[in-house]
């Protein structure tokens, strides 16, 4: 007898009109249809003959297929005389020892990171997120990264207003003078100065759009991320707002600078006091698993989710918002993306986050 083994890295997401095989030591997940996780699901109890044998001539052929194109596609293996028990199956369980590991600061003035520079050491945050209101000048971009420089902190992602001053020179120069910045994003950008190339550091991109905090949370298939510690994170925890923290304009701090509830001020209130609210970890734990629509999609453990912008019609027994994020366009029961801005079910919320000055909201 043969028996087909599912090797331990693949993960499968039923969702209700598809599956999603993700490849969580290749960083790439594919579609396929539900059938073929019915016969992942039955290889994992029964025989490739036995399998083979509940089908009449005309399906076993299909089976066989499947069963090929499991193989192909390196899914797994086949062994003779039993299941190889020798490898076990991989643990979904998600450790990180930091205490946070993001920080998503609003601001218009750099001082601002100077009086939080304590609390991020303390708190051992690796990942600094920066919207910045205006254009940042390039000392003030290597200052940034020079105030962290005996800190902990892994990496720093920026987004700046566009100016004319962003050239070939100004890039080259930020990259010999930085060591932690990883992203650069310039907005409102009519025409990019230059392509990002290869032999920079940092990735930098240009936007025409006149990016806002409120342009963050869209769901969009480019965002989605088989990166495994982001996946078992997903898996189980909110996999926007796990451990990270926010801190608005007017120096609140939040769970992202967009959402509503404050638990203190960057003026009076430290942010390990703030931490100790009791409210201030209420998201950490939602998964993907209690929202409504993304508990039925195949996306659920690839995706981000966003608790800022929901649409706002479902909410749990504690009070916590599980409404499907507002910015995602895409029907689980359906399989179809849509223009989620434009939806007739999802205008209520639209014009209660303010968003609805545009006619599109991108
Ligand atoms: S909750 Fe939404 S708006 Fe806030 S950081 Fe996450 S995705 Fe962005
Ligand atoms: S329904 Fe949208 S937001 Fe929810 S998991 Fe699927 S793609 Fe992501």
């Known amino acids: 007898m043969n028996y087909f083994n599912l ?20 960083n790439t997940s594919e579609l396929y249809p539900l059938e ?15 399998v083979l044998n509940h089908y009449d001539q005309e399906s076993k052929v299909i089976v066989q297929d499947y069963l090929d194109f499991l193989l192909e596609k390196e899914f797994g293996f086949i062994t003779q005389n039993g299941w190889d028990r020798n490898f076990p199956p991989l643990s979904y369980e998600y450790q990180d020892y930091n205490i946070l590991s993001n920080i998503f600061v609003d601001l218009d003035d750099i001082s601002i990171l100077q009086s939080l520079k304590q609390s991020i050491e303390n ?9 910045c209101r205006r254009t940042l000048l390039l000392e003030e971009l290597m200052q940034i990264d020079r105030m962290f420089s005996h800190a902990p902190l892994e990496g720093i992602e920026i987004f700046s207003q566009f100016h004319e001053a962003v050239d070939q020179h100004f890039i080259d120069t930020l990259n010999r003078n930085t060591a ?48 495994l510690p982001k996946v078992l994170e997903a ?9 990270k923290i926010g801190i608005d304009i007017h120096g609140h701090i939040k769970n992202c600078p967009a959402m509503p509830e404050s638990y203190g001020n960057i003026k009076n209130t430290t942010l390990e006091e703030a931490l100790k609210h009791q409210d201030f970890k209420k998201y950490w734990n939602l998964t993907k698993d209690y929202i409504e629509g993304c508990k039925d999609c195949e996306f659920r453990y690839i995706c981000t989710d966003c ?27 359906t399989g179809t ?19 609805l000055h545009k006619t599109k909201v991108s």
């Open 7 to 26: 090797f331990s890295n693949i993960m499968v997401t039923k969702g209700i009109t598809r599956v999603l095989v993700s490849d969580l030591q290749r």
């Open 36 to 50: 073929l996780h019915e016969l992942i699901e039955e290889l994992k109890t029964t025989s490739v003959e036995e």
């Open 123 to 131: 708190l051992e945050i690796r990942h600094l997120v920066i919207y």
């Open 180 to 227: 932690r910045v990883y992203s650069l994003v310039f907005y409102s950008c009519g025409k990019a100065p230059f392509k990002d190339n290869d032999s920079l550091r940092f990735t930098v991109n240009f936007t025409d759009q006149a990016l806002t905090i409120s342009s963050c949370g869209k769901v969009n298939l480019d965002y989605f991320s088989t990166n």
């Open 235 to 243: 898996v189980n925890h909110n996999s926007c707002l796990h451990k």
């Open 307 to 333: 608790r800022a912008f929901t649409e706002r019609n479902h909410t749990e027994r504690n009070g916590l918002d599980t409404s499907k994020p507002l910015k995602c366009g895409y029907d689980p029961y």
């Open 337 to 355: 993306w849509e223009d989620w801005s434009t939806h007739p079910m999802k205008q209520n919320a639209i014009a209660h986050y303010g968003l």
